[in-house]
């Protein structure tokens, strides 16, 4: 694939990583640099005290891909290095738990309720919270996670989880034990994976002719508009526009046919709706609007991604000037969720215990742990009253911000107030 490993550093903080030099979806070698974050941590790479010596650093850098329009980080780190110790439960976040049985009951409701025997396979199942409400609905439900601790948290009642990485092989192999799916379902795990072209090809191999692929990623639009730079991370290498999920998906014989924003989850989904060529169903106006949209936005061009990275920088100018006024005029401040997002942001804008006395965050796994490149020590709510309560707390969870102000209306009560890094800076009391 024209690919180098660029490991051979002198400098032994700098972990094993592959840079692509060709494109992850299309396998073309027109990939232009369009922004470099410098080095960076794990954005999930939580560490206890003893494990800080160690801790390795990776460079992230952003590439447009000018033959498909693919938005992504050529940076790979080896997937076992990702998801070894995989912090993330998804059945842990209420809001995803709702969404996810909205988007069964959707998916059972327009495609699945007059078939015969109907049955489901969904790619990165997390824990199964969107396999339990399509078993619940009467669904073959059956999933694929590479997580192996998250997998063995779960009780498989009524589904069936495979614990591995999933691609061509494992398509096959499910196939021949489960035989083709009337839907295959994904929850913005293509944003993850870094072997697109054996995804792509797995999908094909499990999907019925008739059947629907329905799945949810992170839409480039959105984070471009509200400047979700803390999306932007090793985890996260590919950005999807509608473009670039076509020219995917048509690679494999399919074509997506419906699309919707899903703005409630995870600030700024978008769910594709694809069948294979031949499929039947009419392409709707959804599609050719988001088409539209996107040549008069520029996702085609170069230069739309470069003035990006311009803006970023802005934002992060705002926020630090806005920490040093807080900190010289004697304010406490504290980190609001110990996320992937909170990585980024620490590390690109170097929000260290300089500014932060400490971060919190509301899963008990994390307790304890110190943040990734950082090393601010991660502790319960329950922390902040001890002693005086923080006077502010930056909302690293910001796209969750709905939820969390009405979980702490203790905090706001008592004229604590939150500041908001994205999409432009802001505090909120």
């Known amino acids: 694939m024209g690919d180098q490993n660029n490991n051979n550093n002198n400098n032994n903080n700098i972990g094993a990583f592959i840079h692509h030099t060709t494109c992850r979806c299309c396998e073309g070698s027109n990939l232009l640099k369009v922004m470099d974050f410098g080095l960076m941590p794990l954005a999930g790479g939580f560490l206890r005290k003893d494990q800080i010596p160690q801790e390795k650093l990776y460079p992230l850098c952003v590439s447009f891909c000018k033959d498909c ?6 940076q790979a780190i080896p997937p076992e290095t990702l998801f070894k110790d995989y912090f993330y439960f998804s059945s842990a976040i209420k809001t995803l738990v709702e969404h996810c049985s909205e988007w069964a009951r959707e998916t059972h409701e327009r495609f699945l309720k007059d078939r015969p025997n109907p049955s489901v396979f969904e790619i990165g199942c997390n824990d199964g919270v969107m396999l339990k409400p399509f078993a619940a609905l009467g669904v073959k439900a059956v999933g694929v996670d590479p997580a192996t601790n998250v997998v063995n948290s779960v009780k498989q009642e009524g589904f069936t989880i495979v614990n591995d ?3 061509e092989e494992v398509a096959k192999r499910i196939r ?12 913005y795990s293509f ?5 697109m072209v054996s995804v792509g090809k ?3 191999e499990l999907l019925k002719d008739d059947g629907v692929f329905v799945f949810e990623v992170y839409y480039l639009g959105t984070l471009m508009e509200e400047m979700q730079y803390d999306m932007i991370y090793h985890e996260h290498c590919n950005y999807y526009s509608l473009k670039a999920l076509q020219n995917f998906l048509g690679r494999h014989g399919m074509e997506i046919f419906d699309v919707t924003y899903t703005p409630g989850v995870r600030s700024g989904a978008a769910r594709f709706y694809a069948q294979k060529k031949g499929g039947g169903r009419a392409v709707t106006e959804a599609v050719r609007q988001m088409e539209m949209d996107e040549q008069a936005k520029g996702y085609g061009r170069t ?6 990275g311009e803006k970023i920088a802005g934002t992060k100018v705002q926020l630090m000037d806005l920490l040093a006024q807080l900190k010289a005029d004697g304010k406490t401040i504290i980190g609001y969720g110990a996320s992937g997002r909170g990585t980024m942001i620490m590390n690109y ?5 300089e500014y932060l006395d400490y971060v919190v965050d509301d899963a008990p796994a994390k307790h304890g742990f110190y943040t990734p490149g950082t090393h601010v020590q991660i502790f319960p709510w329950e922390h902040t009253k001890t002693g005086k309560s923080p006077d502010y707390a930056l909302l690293f969870a910001w796209s969750f911000m709905n939820e969390v102000l009405k979980k702490r ?3 706001t009560d008592k004229g604590g107030k939150f500041i908001v890094p994205l999409p432009k800076v802001t505090i909120v009391s």
């Open 69 to 74: 329009t693919l938005v992504q980080v050529p």
């Open 165 to 167: 990485f999933f691609n």
């Open 176 to 187: 021949a034990e489960h035989g083709q799916f009337d839907a295959i379902t994904s929850s």
């Open 191 to 195: 944003a993850h994976i870094d072997n």
């Open 202 to 204: 797995g999908v094909a």
């Open 303 to 308: 230069e739309t991604f470069m003035q990006y």
């Open 349 to 353: 804008c170097g929000i260290d215990n």
């Open 409 to 411: 209306t203790d905090y």
